[in-house]
């Protein structure tokens, strides 16, 4: 399984931004989906996460009702609305998968979010 993040950028705070994440390779195995961030000398950190069909999500505290996670499986992608960006929110955003039944975890390789003051 490859996967390739899209849509980071810079943005003004209060702004918006959709992030991507195409699959490709054996996309039949994928089950549960994320998105992770990182800055800067800190851990990667959960964002949000969504189940193989789409029909339960979870949310990071930081982001609960700003953030919204979605997949389309036909098109074997993940989206990550965000909304109401704040400075804090700048930071690597790196798309998961988990495969097999062994779930074994595969990464992109990230896309950049940046949130001006």
């Known amino acids: 399984v490859q996967l390739v993040e899209s849509g980071g950028g810079l943005v003004q705070a209060g702004g918006s931004l959709r992030l991507s994440c195409t699959a490709s390779?054996?996309?039949?195995?994928?089950?549960?989906m994320g998105w992770y961030r990182q800055t800067p000398g800190k851990q990667r950190e959960l964002v949000a996460t969504?189940?193989?069909?789409?029909?339960?999500?979870m949310y990071a505290d930081s982001v609960k009702g700003r953030f919204t996670i979605s997949r389309d499986n036909a098109k074997n992608t993940m989206y990550l609305q965000m909304n109401s960006l704040k400075p804090e929110d700048t930071a690597v955003y790196y798309c998961?998968?988990?495969?097999?039944?062994?779930?074994?975890?595969?990464w992109g390789k990230g896309t950049l979010v940046t949130v001006s003051s």
């Open positions: 998961k998968a988990e495969a097999g039944w062994v779930k074994r975890s595969y």
């Open positions: 390779g054996s996309t039949f195995s994928i089950t549960a």
């Open positions: 969504i189940t193989s069909g789409g029909g339960s999500t």
